[in-house]
């Protein structure tokens, strides 16, 4: 078992949409699904300090180390000490925390969850980057990462200065792949720039690339006359990129890890053919009518409330692309938590003066504010 990827099964299976009833976590189904995972020969788990409030840890024991042999799996979790208010002890104290939680002695992967934007310096003011060299000495880790959501300057900063990294948890999907916002593209060039292997989320984007799909696209799948799932084809084109340790599938349903399984237990390639279908469905997302939102900054660099402008107008376009207003609505508290809303615009102008793709931002804030806050 290769622990950076050569021997790693391309499917990982990632705990934070656990399978639910009325907000608990349904420990049956997810027995079953672990079981099915290891069964299909699938080994690398992935949970994190904050997934539901430790409870996807927590499962993670029941289902799976309390039922499975140690060397039979591969555990990563996350830290995040931007979570909220705490000191360096605290946030160093979580790592052990994690451990009891989980039931294990070690952890095969660990991250400095989410870095990026105002996140980043906490890791920094704790001293987090050390003490991942500290507890990876006393073998308690194996191998350290970050994970991140940001863009691809940032990232090659953070792998130019901390080159001790092994290995990043960047978002890759189809979708994303030339999108100004995310840099899927970018961001992987970098990784692989600095010779660091990938585990990849957000391969189906939180779902939208499955069952939420707008109709113009599933047409180009179902065209290619393939009967293979579309979540398929988004994990299939992460997987077939070089440098990939694992591919993360947040499974909710037996029925999900099922059709995952089906086609990642003898993994095959995107042929040239495949290619040119995923091709031509992201034409179809380009297609789509969008704030043209590049994700230059010089909107929040000039911002006097910090708001982040370019990730409101991001996931406005998420309800306009997909459709998925839930999501962009729940995905906007989660970004906002700690920065300007789009309520705390003082329509300063500062912004629309700065945007060289003259978008009305001030009015786009005032929309987000009414429909998400």
């Known amino acids: 078992m290769d622990y950076l990827g050569k021997n790693v099964a391309k499917l990982g299976f990632g705990l934070m949409r656990l399978p639910s009833n009325d907000g608990v976590v349904d420990i049956n189904q997810t027995i079953e699904m672990t079981d099915l995972f290891l069964d299909s020969g699938f080994t690398y788990f992935d949970t994190a300090h904050v997934y539901g409030d430790g409870k996807s840890e927590e499962a993670l024991k029941t289902a799976l180390v309390d039922r499975h042999p140690r060397e039979k799996y591969l555990l990563a979790t996350k830290v995040a000490p931007w979570e909220g208010p ?24 660990y991250l400095l969850h989410n870095l990026g934007q105002t996140r980043t310096k906490y890791f920094y003011d704790y001293g987090m980057f050390d003490y991942l060299l500290e507890l990876k000495q006393k073998g308690l880790i194996r191998h350290i990462g970050f994970s991140m959501h ?19 948890q960047l978002q890759l999907n189809y979708a994303d792949w030339e999108c100004g916002s995310t840099e899927s593209r970018k961001c992987y060039e970098t990784a692989r720039k600095h010779n660091k292997p990938i585990v990849v989320m957000e391969p189906v984007k939180g779902g939208m690339l499955a069952d939420m799909l707008v109709p113009d696209v599933k047409t180009v799948f179902d065209e290619a006359r393939t009967g293979a799932s579309y979540a398929s084809w988004a994990i299939r084109f992460a997987a077939s990129l070089d440098g990939i340790i694992t591919v993360l599938s947040g499974m909710s349903t037996i029925e999900q890890m099922r059709d995952n ?12 053919a495949e290619y040119a279908v ?16 590049t994700g230059c900054e010089y909107c929040a660099s000039c911002c006097p409330k910090k708001i982040l402008i370019s990730k409101i107008l991001e996931l406005m376009n998420r309800e306009l692309v997909f459709g998925n207003a839930k999501g962009a609505k729940v ?11 789009g309520s705390d615009c003082i329509k300063c102008g500062k912004c629309e ?21």
């Open 150 to 168: 940001d863009r691809a300057n940032t990232l090659d900063d953070i792998l130019t200065k901390h080159p001790e990294m092994e290995f990043v």
């Open 261 to 272: 399984v089906s086609y990642m237990k003898d993994f095959k390639k995107l042929s040239a």
């Open 353 to 373: 003066e700065s945007c060289p793709q003259r978008i009305n931002i001030m009015d786009r804030l005032e929309e987000a504010a009414t429909k998400y806050e």
């Open 278 to 293: 995923i091709e031509k469905a992201r034409a179809v997302f380009a297609s789509i009518p969008s704030i043209p939102c």
């Open 86 to 109: 705490m000191s360096a002890d605290e946030a160093k104290a979580i790592f052990f925390t994690q451990l009891e939680r989980i039931g294990v002695q070690y952890l095969d992967y």
């Open 331 to 341: 995905a906007y508290s989660w970004w906002t938590q700690f920065t300007g809303k």
